[in-house]
């Protein structure tokens, strides 16, 4: 199959998903809310595209995304399920080729060359040097850009980093993705780095709120002093409430991030852990869900909060699985709020094994 029949192949199947969201009953209403939500009722071709993709991969009904959702009943299973595997990462472009862009990936720091699904005249304005939030995808050993959702130039690598430390709080896994040969390395990096935060701070843990996260965390990569007394959180009330620059649904994440924790409009807990084998995490409202343990009737919504804690992709397992060894009735708090009856192994096999 050549690089032109399999570029064909894959823009058909993406044709096939939108005629999906339009066929399913679930999703198509879906859709059409999250198109009025954003105020996109009547809007050009173009337009439509640029909420479509975003829409398809990072929009979620019942604990799937709609590209899971279309997978069951996809004829090309094998592009679909590449399709499902797509991420979304910052880019530094490295050179422009005839069909596609050569890539560093400023998360996992691996170069991709990949190629572009449109004709490359669509980027004009597109030059070496800049950064790009794109979302690429593996098919047959080759990578293929679906999107370009958002342009940074040059001199603006303050703002690209920032975004990238945003994103792979959202997205931890990204670290490592597709950088397997750098994966002992990255490893070392992170055990020096548990043991430079444990020694600068004392502990593994920082319980503070979302307006302190960020000089916590500027401080510790830069290797500057931090007095932590006027940072720390002080929850008098325990409350979950939805934080929409989290929410890639609804909100720009981009300029979300360049603006860090502390541009958020409403305060609330962040705990920044220290994994001493998986790294550096800013977790929203980890606090919170830990007073769920203590007295669960002393959190306004528990269960929102637990049902975060289970479905946020940017939660790993080994955070859910901190709380429960710090707190014995985890499960039986958990079960009550859930309506289930599952074990620990249960809830990570149903939440966490992908």
């Known amino acids: ?3 032109i029949e399999k570029i064909n192949d894959i823009n058909a199947v993406i044709k096939e998903v939108f005629e999906f969201t339009q066929a399913n009953e679930t999703v ?5 809310e999250y198109l009025a939500t954003m ?3 009547n809007i050009s071709l173009n337009q439509m595209e640029k909420i479509f993709l975003p829409y398809i991969f990072e929009r979620r009904i019942k604990d799937k995304s709609i590209m899971e959702m279309f997978l069951e009943t996809a004829k090309n299973k094998e592009i679909a399920e590449a399709l499902v595997n797509a991420e979304s990462s910052i880019f530094e472009i490295k050179r422009i080729l005839k069909n596609g862009f050569e890539l560093y990936n400023l998360i996992n720091e691996k170069t991709y060359t990949v190629l572009s699904l449109t004709k490359m005249t669509n980027f004009r304005g597109v030059y070496a040097g800049q950064y790009i939030v794109a979302r690429i995808f593996e098919f047959r050993n080759e990578f293929y850009m679906i999107e370009i959702s958002s342009i940074l130039s040059h001199s603006q690598k303050e703002e690209a980093m920032r975004y990238a430390v945003m994103k792979l709080v959202q997205d931890p896994k990204l670290l490592y993705l597709h950088n397997s040969e750098k994966e002992d390395e990255i490893k070392n990096v992170i055990a020096e780095m548990y043991e430079k935060f444990i020694s600068t701070f004392d ?3 920082i319980l503070t709120t979302n307006k302190h996260a960020d000089d916590i965390i500027g401080a510790f990569n830069d290797g500057e002093e931090i007095t932590l007394e006027d940072k720390l959180s002080n929850l008098e009330t325990p409350r ?3 934080v929409k620059e989290l929410d890639n649904n609804y909100s720009n ?9 502390a541009s958020h409009e409403e305060t609330y807990d962040v705990a920044v852990i220290f994994d001493k084998e998986k790294g550096l995490y800013a977790i929203p409202f980890y606090e919170t869900f830990t007073k769920i ?9 528990a269960k929102a909060c637990v049902q975060y804690f289970l479905t946020n992709e940017s939660v790993p397992d080994s955070i859910l699985s901190r709380v429960s060894k710090q707190y014995p009735n985890f499960m039986e708090v958990v079960n009550e709020l859930m309506g289930t009856e599952s074990t620990f192994d249960e809830l990570m096999n ?5």
């Open 28 to 32: 198509k209403a879906d859709f059409d």
């Open 350 to 354: 149903d939440y966490k094994s992908s």
């Open 39 to 41: 105020g996109a009722r």
């Open 293 to 301: 343990f203590e007295n669960k009737d002393s959190v306004e919504n």
């Open 1 to 3: 199959m050549t690089v």
């Open 203 to 205: 502990k593994d843990i």
């Open 240 to 242: 979950f409430f939805h």
């Open 253 to 261: 994440f981009l300029e979300n991030s360049l603006g860090g924790f």
